[in-house]
């Protein structure tokens, strides 16, 4: 049985910082190239960052660029995004998924972890 179990999320304020895993049982994270994407109440899910198979290439999305950076241990299975400086507007639900755009089709996503940046 294939899993994505995301975690890391919590409530911040604004300004501070947040490191996200997804972590996999089942496959190896490192056959795929990794997504991240995010859901705000009342809005789709968009696509955050993304990281290639090889993890030479990254592909954060302008909103997110100089703040957020995604990496991945392929040790430990593990793919993350560390999220610096973050804002109000950066409160979502976060996933992650086994390709970098919805429209790819991935073939498996976590179940999520809420991030609420407030004061």
């Known amino acids: 049985q294939v899993q994505l179990v995301e975690s890391g999320g919590g409530l911040v304020q604004p300004g501070g910082s947040l490191r996200l895993s997804c972590t996999a049982s089942?496959?190896?994270?490192?056959?795929?190239?990794i997504g991240w994407f995010r859901q705000a109440p009342g809005k789709g899910r968009e696509g955050v960052s993304c990281i290639s198979t090889g993890g030479l290439s990254t592909y954060p999305a302008d909103s997110v660029k100089g703040r957020f950076t995604i990496s991945r241990d392929n040790a430990k299975n593990t793919v993350y995004l560390q999220m610096n400086a973050l804002k109000p507007e950066d409160t979502a639900v976060y996933y992650c998924?086994?390709?970098?755009?919805?429209?790819?089709?991935?073939?498996?996503w976590g179940q999520g972890t809420q991030v609420t940046v407030s004061s």
């Open positions: 089942g496959i190896r994270l490192d056959n795929y190239p």
């Open positions: 998924a086994t390709a970098c755009t919805i429209v790819a089709r991935p073939d498996y």
